[in-house]
């Protein structure tokens, strides 16, 4: 039996409901999970892979998914409000990155190690300093007249799509990160597995969502 559109309308809003809830979870157990593993304050590169699950894991996931329709923790508060947590979160988020850069770099330097010599540094600099763009480009969205030739819509647009590409780099990072022999003598069997589907999970439900924002305002100008 065909579904009706209204069906299909609700069991759609219903899967991206779910969705969006298991996020919300991923996004705070991966960090759990990886301060169980690394047990932060045991070396000074224990705090290395806590802070960048922390940054781009759940910081910047909740930062996103604040402007979820269906799943925003402050939902029923103003767009104001909700922009404003999500700079304060993206800041924590930049700062988080920031000083898990600096420590592993310092910890390389301690112990004679080259940098950025894998896919997983490269990246996770490439992440590091796309974020700290991104948050400096934002602030294009506080001051739009700085950008005489733009519309809002249109910067709003563009801030959302950067965004994801700097998102989906930091969870590429962490992917590659799980991927080093740290992680893969700590973590095997079936939890390498699950682990890996954390940052891939959150990155699907992102895209989804900034996907329909883009259709969404697509839909608003015709």
């Known amino acids: 039996m065909a579904l009706t559109a209204e069906t299909e309308s609700r069991l759609y809003r219903s899967l991206r409901v779910a969705a969006g809830a298991a996020a919300h979870l991923v996004a705070l157990g991966f960090p759990a999970a990886v301060a169980v593993l690394a047990r932060p304050g045991s070396s000074l590169f224990s705090w290395h892979p806590l802070l960048m699950a922390l940054a781009f894991s759940f910081l910047m996931t909740e930062a996103l998914l604040i402007f979820s329709p269906e799943t925003s923790l402050l939902r029923s508060f103003s767009r104001k409000v909700r922009v404003r947590a999500h700079w304060a979160l993206q800041l924590l988020a930049l700062l988080c990155a920031l000083l898990g850069l600096g420590i592993i770099t310092y910890s390389k330097h301690l112990n004679g190690k080259g940098h950025f010599v894998t896919w997983h540094g490269l990246t996770g600099l490439l992440a590091v300093l796309y974020a700290g763009g991104q948050c400096a ?20 647009l563009y801030h959302a799509t950067s965004g994801l590409v700097g998102y989906l780099l930091g969870c590429a990072s962490l992917m590659l990160g799980m991927c080093s022999l740290w992680f893969t003598t700590t973590v095997t069997g079936a939890s390498w597995y699950l682990a890996m589907l954390c940052p891939l999970l959150t990155s699907l439900v992102i895209m989804n969502q900034v996907s329909n924002a883009y259709l969404y305002r697509k839909r608003s100008q015709h």
């Open 137 to 156: 480009g934002g602030v294009l969205l506080l001051y739009p007249k700085l950008m005489k030739n733009w519309t809002l819509a249109k910067l709003k």
